[in-house]
């Protein structure tokens, strides 16, 4: 699921856009991975669902620079909830030469 929000309170030279993320593993799936990880021994755990949220803002800062930081808190990585919840927190810069 996506979508894309530009309102009155929105700079023209911005957009919002707000994104979630969510994957779930069959049971079959699962099942296999974790019989695929005894095989070799690691034990990874039974892999169910994983869920990213997602904030990014497009700045047009000129007509040639857009900066683009972005937030994202990732619920059970991995899938499996051996690895605790995380906060992402990255940035681009497009330059259009």
């Known amino acids: 699921m996506g979508s894309c929000i530009r ?3 929105t700079p023209a030279r911005s957009t919002e856009q707000p994104w ?3 994957t779930e593993l ?3 799936s ?3 991975g974790q019989r695929d990880a005894r095989s070799v021994g690691t034990g990874v755990g039974l892999q169910t ?3 990213v949220l997602e904030l990014t803002y497009i700045f047009q800062a000129t007509r ?3 900066v683009k930081p972005d937030v994202q808190y990732v619920i059970k990585p991995g899938g499996t909830g051996k ?3 995380a ?3 990255g940035f681009q810069l497009a330059l259009n030469l």
Request: hydrophobic share 45%; no cysteine.
């Open 20 to 22: 979630a993320s969510y």
């Open 83 to 85: 690895i605790p919840n």
């Open 49 to 51: 669902y994983e869920l």
């Open 64 to 66: 040639w620079l857009q």
């Open 7 to 9: 309102g009155p309170s």
């Open 87 to 89: 906060l992402v927190i």
């Open 26 to 28: 069959s049971a079959r």
């Open 30 to 32: 699962s099942a296999a």
